[in-house]
Every structure is written in C-alpha cells, then in structure tokens.
C-alpha cells in the first residue's frame, strides 16, 4: 500500500481527491491538511509515502511545504496537484524537490498513476508544461524580494513592509526597485503582477 496525505485549501476538492483515490486499491488516504502549515506538522507526525499538495494555500505555500520536508531530510516524496500551469511554478517546485506536478483537470487514472510512479522513485511532469518552464527562463528574483513583492501586492506600506520582514524602509524600497527593474515594469504593482503570472511568487 501506499500511504497518502493530502493538503488542500478547499474543502470540497479535498474531499473529491480523497474519495476518488481511496477507489485505488493500493492507495491508502491517511491524512488530510487544510493548510500549509498543518501540512508539515501532519507530515512530520505520520511519515506519509507520498504528499498531494496544492501550492497556494492559507500560510505556508505548497512549495515552501515541501522545501521543508527536504531541509528536514523527511523520506515523504511531494507531487504538487494545481490549477496552476506557470512555468515559474514548476521550475521552484523542482528546486524544492518536488518529484511530481500535475494539474487538477487530469483525469483521476492519471493522478494514481503519477503517485505510483513517484513513490517508484520516478518523476511525472507534462511534457507541455516542462516545456513552457524552459522557454520561460530563470526565476530573476531573490528570496526577500519576493517576500516584498508578496506583501506589496497586499497594498501595505514600506514602513509595513520593513517592520513585517525587520527591514528598514529604505532596504525595502531598494528591494521593490530591483524587482520591477529585473521585470521591466513601471513599479512595484506591475511588478508583482508580472511575477505572480509567470509563478515566481
């Protein structure tokens, strides 16, 4: 059997994955997460084979979630299940070691598959959106300007922005200029909305 956990936002899509994979009759659903943070706890508590995530959920991100499970050393393999085709997405999720991306409309065959080819030891990705990751080239961005730009697009202030991330304001103004230099746009608006539709945020 393999042992699954599932971190989903949304209640009723968990509920359907759950119930749809428990069909599966060597898939075994052991736990469930509404949230990022929640995930990492549930994984670290019950050491599930494989965890199907989504990546924006309320606190920690589908990918920061399993950039824990890797820096933790945890043997849990992470295939992430989004509506989300960005290539920026993909490319982050590798790094974080992801071993699987899929999109929510594939077919149910094709998510029991995948998770039995990563617990395998192998990778699944469409070869459509691997693709579009190559062509759409690095991640420009550093970690802290992300971190900016995310809050930015919440419309808080610098000085909010530097007491959240213990920065001073001048640092943060440096960092959202930077950004939306490395992205061509006009300011710090236009920035996070480029980086957010090409998955860098």
């Keep these: 059997m393999?042992?699954?956990?599932?971190?989903?936002?949304q209640a009723l899509v968990l509920g359907a994955i759950a119930a749809?994979?428990?069909l599966e009759g060597d898939l075994d659903v052991?736990?469930?997460a509404g949230n990022g943070d929640e995930a990492i706890e549930r994984v670290r508590e019950l050491a599930p084979d494989i965890l199907?995530?989504?990546?924006?959920?309320?606190?920690?991100?589908?990918?920061?979630v399993a950039q824990a499970i890797q820096s933790e050393g945890l043997a849990t393999r992470v295939i992430i299940v989004t509506t989300f085709a960005r290539p920026g997405y993909l490319a982050r999720a590798r790094a974080a070691g992801v071993r699987g991306y899929l999109l929510k409309d594939a077919p149910v065959e094709e998510l029991a598959a995948a998770i039995r080819t990563v617990a395998a030891g192998g990778q699944?990705?469409?070869?459509?959106?691997a693709a579009a990751a190559w062509e759409a080239g690095s991640d420009p961005l550093t970690?802290?300007?992300?971190?900016?730009?995310?809050?930015a697009e919440e419309g808080i202030s610098n000085k909010e922005i530097a007491r959240r991330l213990s920065l001073s304001p001048g640092t943060v103004r440096n960092y959202l200029s930077d950004a939306a230099g490395k992205l061509g746009a006009s300011g710090r608006i236009e920035a996070g909305r480029i980086a957010r539709q090409n998955g860098w945020l």
């Design 52 to 64: 199907l995530t989504d990546i924006e959920m309320p606190g920690r991100s589908g990918i920061d």
């Design 143 to 151: 970690d802290r300007e992300r971190d900016a730009l995310r809050l």
């Design 2 to 9: 393999i042992r699954l956990m599932i971190a989903e936002d």
């Design 124 to 129: 699944v990705v469409p070869a459509a959106l």
């Design 30 to 32: 052991i736990g469930r």
């Design 20 to 22: 749809l994979l428990a």
